[in-house]
């Protein structure tokens, strides 16, 4: 499937969630005032049903949301609705790699620089054994610079949308390394291999 309609289909689905919702917002109180059921079990049941989809609709906005933008060798990105924007700098990423295909993709950026940026953290050896399939690569970056410290941003959310995300970090950060998953996730964002 070519990337472009799987993002096509994927606003359609995400269009076709919220119109169901909120007509499920609406329809349920007046279902209730309609029907004369005004007793305390009712209202309460109503309420938490009317938490509950705002809970849902607000999950769905945070797990497809993400924002992007890149210029003068600055990526900023917002995933998370209530969350501050987050900044790196292109020339400092030396890594890129992704874990898993499709909506479930992680877009890990591994950087030398911690700059305006509450989401970068230090690399330990937690984050190699949960990444094991990047501890090779690191490794050899580390050997490389043994004083530097690493940073890692992982992305999780954000839908299909990470693969546009993912394009651009490619044009831009001309300087990192790109695993082998890194680069086949690549190739499906530019439209070269189909899903």
């Known amino acids: ?21 909120i007509i499920l917002e609406i329809i349920m109180p007046l279902a209730v005032y309609l029907t004369g059921l005004s007793t305390f079990f009712y209202i309460s049941y109503l309420l938490f049903m009317e ?3 705002a809970v849902a609709i607000m999950n769905k906005v945070n797990y497809t949301r993400l924002k992007f933008f890149c210029s003068n060798n600055r990526l900023k990105f917002k995933s998370v609705v ?8 292109c ?9 898993r295909m499709e909506e479930n993709m992680e877009i890990i950026l591994i950087t030398s ?3 305006k940026n509450k989401g970068l953290k230090l690399i330990g050896e937690g984050f190699l054994k949960k990444y094991s399939s990047i501890s090779h690569e690191y490794l050899k970056i580390k050997e490389a610079n ?13 839908g299909l949308k990470k693969y546009m995300l993912l394009d651009i970090i490619y044009r831009n950060c001309v300087k990192a390394e790109y695993t082998e998953e890194g680069i086949q ?8 291999t189909l899903v």
Request: hydrophobic share 45%; with cysteine; charged share 30%.
């Open 185 to 192: 996730n690549i190739k499906i964002a530019r439209g070269q």
């Open 51 to 53: 938490l509950l989809i």
């Open 1 to 21: 499937m070519d990337i472009y309609k799987a993002l096509k289909r994927e606003k359609k689905y995400l269009k076709r969630f919220y119109i169901m919702m």
């Open 146 to 158: 043994p004083k530097t410290l690493y940073y890692c941003q992982i992305i999780k959310r954000g």
């Open 113 to 115: 620089v911690n700059f």
């Open 82 to 89: 209530f969350s501050k924007e987050n900044l790196i700098l």
């Open 91 to 99: 020339d400092k990423v030396v890594l890129v790699h992704t874990e």
